[in-house]
């Protein structure tokens, strides 16, 4: 067996090689069906476009992932993340539930 074979098998064999490629796979679709789609754009010195949209949008669980993810890590099994991040869904739902011109549920 050659270098490049060897090489190239033990790429391919590597865990995190085919999760990267599909992501490679669907960056090269939706750029070929909406051209502008990884353009990013600075305006009065903030950035737009769909790549910020979606980094802004999935930081908080991004941010989730990532302590549950050291929690598991170091050996501990923390599932309280969960039940964290649904009361913090609940806050905002429960303030908006009070406005005037809904009535708030029982248990906000």
């Known amino acids: ?22 992501l490679f796979v669907m960056l090269a679709a939706n750029t070929i069906y909406r051209p502008g789609f990884l353009s990013i754009e600075l305006k009065d010195g903030h950035l737009y476009g769909t790549p910020i949209d979606i980094l802004r949008l999935s ?10 993810t050291l929690v598991i890590s170091t ?3 923390d599932l309280s993340v969960g ?3 649904a009361i913090s869904a609940r806050s905002p739902a429960c303030t908006s539930a ?8 029982a248990w906000c």
């Open 59 to 68: 930081a908080p669980l991004i941010l989730v992932a990532l302590g549950m």
């Open 75 to 77: 050996g501990g099994i």
């Open 98 to 105: 009070s406005s005037p011109t809904r009535t708030a549920s």
């Open 1 to 22: 067996m050659s270098d490049t074979t060897s090489r190239y098998r033990t790429m391919i064999g590597h865990r995190l090689f085919w999760p990267a490629a599909v």
């Open 83 to 85: 039940s964290l991040c």
